[in-house]
C-alpha cells in the first residue's frame, strides 16, 4: 500500500488548508477577469475581437498556443492516465506532440496568409459562400463542444478535490456530484465573461498567463518528485510498478490499449485497432481544430505564424515530457487506490501528487494544502484559458460564417457581427454545460481524443484538398466535412463511449453496435473519401481562383 494512501481522504483537512484553498482560487479569477475587462477597452473593431488585432509577436502566439494547447486533458487526464495505466497513458503524450509537426508543416503558415478571421475564410475562398461556411460553422461548433466537454468535467473533479469532496462527503449542503455540477456551472460561466467581454486580446492574454504558470508548477512538481528519488529513475519506475498493483505490466504495452484478451481473439483484434484509430485521431486531429486553427490570424506576419508554432512545439514537448515525472510520481506517492478512490478515471492525479510532495517538502497537512491549492489553481487557470479559446473559436464561426456571410450575405456591419458572436458564446457555453455534467465518469484525455477524431474527420479533409487540390470545389468541400464529422459523430454515439459499459455515459444503458472507443480509423479516410466522390459529381472548378490561392498561400500577398 502507498504510504500516502490517506490522500483518498478529504484533501482539505481542517479550516486553514481550506480557506488558503479558496483565496487562491478567487485571486486567480479575479486577476483573469481584471485582464480580461483590461482587454475589453482595447477591443474596438471586429479584428481586434476575432484576431487580437494581429498585434502579437512568435513567442507571444507561441505561449498562447501552448496555453491553448495544453488543457485539462493534458495535465489533468494524461497524468492520470499514466498514473493508472503506465506505459498505455505516455501514447497521448506522444500524439499530440507529433501532431504538431503536421501541423507546422501541411496547415500554420499556408493558412495564416490565405485566411482573416475563421477557418472558412480559407475554405470559402474557391467556393460558394453559403454552403462552405454553413459546413465549416457546423464542424467548428461539433468539435469546439467535444473539447469543452473534457474541459468541464476536469474542472468538476478538481474543485471536488480541492474542497475535499469525496463520494459520502458533503460541502455547503452539497453533495460529491452535486458539487461537482455547481463547479461546471461555475466555469462555463466564467469562459462565457471571458469570451464576450475580452474577446481575442482577453483571451490571448489569460492564455499566455496560463501558459508561464502551467509550465512552472509542473517544473516544480518534476523536480521534487525527482528530488524525492534523488534523481534516481529506476527507483522511480520500480515504486510506480510496485503501489500500481499491476506489477511489471506496469511499464510495457498493453494494460489499457491492443489489451490481448486471452480466447477471444475478435476482442484482441478489436483492441488493437483501437490503439491505431486512437494514433491515428491524435495525429492528424490538431491539424483541423478550430480553436487552434484561428491563432495563427493572430500574427502580423507568416514569419511570425512559423515562429510561434517552432515556440509552440519547443513549450508543449517540455510539458510533455513533465507528465511523464507527474504520472509515475502520482503512482510511486499516492497510489492507484488513492486515486481511483477520489476519482474513477483518475483526472485528480496531478493535483493528489502535489498534496503528497507539499506534505513531503513543506511538512504537515498545510504544507499539502499549500502546494496542492497552488497546482490546483493552476489546473483551474488551464481550463479557463481553453474553455475561453474554444467558446471563442465556435462564436466566432458562427457568427463571422454563418451571420455575417451566409444569413446577411456579407452586408452584416462589424458592430452586429461581434454582438452575434457574443450571444453565440453565451448559447454555446450553456450547452457544454447540459453535455458536461452526463460525461462526468470519462477521463478528460479520452474525451479530447474524440474530440481529435471529429476534427480530423470533418475539417482536416477540406483544408488538404482545398489548400493542394486544383479541382476541388464546394460539393466537395461540403460532403468531406458533413460526411467526415456526422460518421465520427455518429460512431461515437453507437459505440462503447456513450453506452453498453461501466465507463459509459449512460452506463445502465446499451444501444452500441460500434466496437471501438475512437472512430478516427473509419471516419477520417471516410472524410477523405466523401471530398473526393463529392468534387467529382460536380463539374464545378475555378483554376483562376486556385491560382490566385496558391499565390496568396505561399506569398502573403494579398492576405489581410
Known amino acids: 500500500m502507498s504510504p500516502y494512501s490517506f490522500l483518498a481522504a478529504p484533501a482539505a483537512t481542517n479550516g486553514t488548508a481550506r480557506t488558503l484553498t479558496i483565496v487562491l482560487f478567487l485571486t486567480l479569477v479575479a486577476v483573469t477577469l481584471a485582464i480580461t475587462i483590461w482587454a475589453s477597452r482595447q477591443t474596438k473593431t471586429a479584428t481586434d475581437f476575432y484576431a487580437g488585432g494581429r498585434s502579437f509577436s512568435g513567442f507571444q502566439n507561441g505561449l498562447a498556443i501552448g496555453g491553448d494547447y495544453m488543457s485539462a486533458a493534458s495535465f489533468l487526464g494524461i497524468a492520470g492516465l499514466i498514473a493508472l495505466y503506465g506505459y498505455d497513458g505516455f501514447l497521448y503524450s506522444i500524439g499530440f506532440l507529433v501532431a504538431w509537426l503536421v501541423a507546422l508543416l501541411l496547415v500554420a503558415e499556408l493558412l495564416r496568409n490565405s485566411g482573416r478571421y475563421t477557418m472558412a475564410d480559407v475554405l470559402a475562398f474557391r467556393m460558394r459562400q453559403k454552403p462552405v461556411r454553413t459546413a465549416a ?4 461548433i461539433t468539435v469546439s463542444i467535444f473539447y469543452l466537454l473534457a474541459q468541464m468535467v476536469g474542472a468538476g473533479a478538481l474543485v471536488a478535490l480541492l474542497l475535499g469532496i469525496r463520494p459520502g462527503t458533503t460541502f455547503l449542503g452539497m453533495d460529491a456530484d452535486a458539487a461537482k455540477i455547481a463547479t461546471i456551472i461555475l466555469v462555463g460561466a466564467l469562459m462565457i465573461i471571458y469570451v464576450t467581454v475580452g474577446g481575442m486580446k482577453g483571451t490571448t492574454y489569460v492564455q499566455i498567463i496560463k501558459a508561464v504558470l502551467l509550465m512552472g508548477g509542473t517544473l516544480v512538481m518534476t523536480l521534487l518528485v525527482l528530488a524525492h528519488y534523488k534523481f534516481n529513475l529506476s ?38 485497432v483501437d490503439l491505431l484509430s486512437l494514433g491515428i485521431a491524435l495525429v492528424l486531429g490538431t491539424a483541423g481544430l478550430p480553436h487552434i486553427l484561428i491563432r ?38 499516492v497510489g492507484s487506490e488513492a486515486i481511483t478512490a477520489q476519482d474513477k478515471a483518475g483526472n485528480t492525479a496531478a493535483p493528489q501528487l502535489a498534496q503528497a510532495l507539499g506534505i513531503d517538502f513543506l511538512g504537515g497537512d498545510v504544507g499539502g494544502a499549500t502546494l496542492l491549492a497552488i497546482i490546483a489553481a ?34 452584416a456591419s462589424e458592430r452586429q457581427e461581434v454582438n452575434v458572436a ?68 455518429f460512431l461515437v454515439f453507437f459505440s462503447p463511449v ?5 465507463t459509459s455515459m449512460f452506463p445502465d444503458s446499451d444501444w452500441h453496435f460500434f466496437p471501438l472507443s475512437n472512430p478516427g480509423i473509419i471516419s477520417i479516410p471516410f472524410g477523405f473519401l466523401c471530398g473526393w466522390i463529392g468534387t467529382l459529381v460536380s463539374k464545378e472548378t475555378d483554376d483562376r481562383k486556385y491560382a490566385e490561392l496558391e499565390v496568396r498561400a505561399l506569398t502573403g500577398a494579398g492576405a489581410h
Do not use: C, M
Not at 381 to 410: C, M, P
Not at 432 to 440: C, E, G, N, R, T
Open 296 to 333: 495563427f490570424y493572430t500574427v502580423p506576419t507568416a514569419k511570425a505564424a512559423r515562429k510561434s508554432v517552432l515556440w509552440a512545439i519547443g513549450i508543449i514537448g517540455t510539458f510533455y515530457l513533465f507528465t511523464l515525472a507527474l504520472g509515475f510520481g502520482a503512482a510511486a506517492l
Open 137 to 140: 460553422a457546423v464542424s467548428t
Open 235 to 272: 527507483g522511480l519506475l520500480g515504486d510506480a510498478a510496485e503501489r500500481s498493483g499491476k506489477g511489471s505490466a506496469f511499464l510495457e504495452p498493453g494494460l489499457r490499449y491492443g489489451v490481448e484478451v486471452a480466447g477471444n481473439s475478435t476482442q484482441t483484434f478489436y483492441n488493437k
Open 498 to 502: 456513450v453506452s453498453g459499459a461501466a
Open 422 to 489: 457574443r450571444i453565440a458564446a453565451l448559447v454555446i457555453g450553456a450547452i457544454s454545460i447540459v453535455l458536461s455534467i452526463f460525461a462526468q465518469s470519462l477521463n478528460v484525455a479520452f474525451l479530447v481524443a474524440l474530440a481529435f477524431a471529429v476534427a480530423a474527420s470533418g475539417n482536416l479533409p477540406a483544408i488538404i484538398y482545398t489548400l493542394f487540390w486544383r479541382r476541388f470545389n464546394t460539393s466537395g468541400a461540403v460532403w468531406a466535412i458533413y460526411g467526415g464529422l456526422i460518421s465520427a459523430v
Open 378 to 411: 493552476v489546473a483551474f487557470a488551464t481550463i479557463l484559458a481553453v474553455v475561453a479559446g474554444l467558446t471563442l473559436a465556435s462564436s466566432s464561426s458562427l457568427a463571422h460564417d454563418f451571420y455575417a456571410n451566409v444569413v446577411k450575405g456579407g452586408q
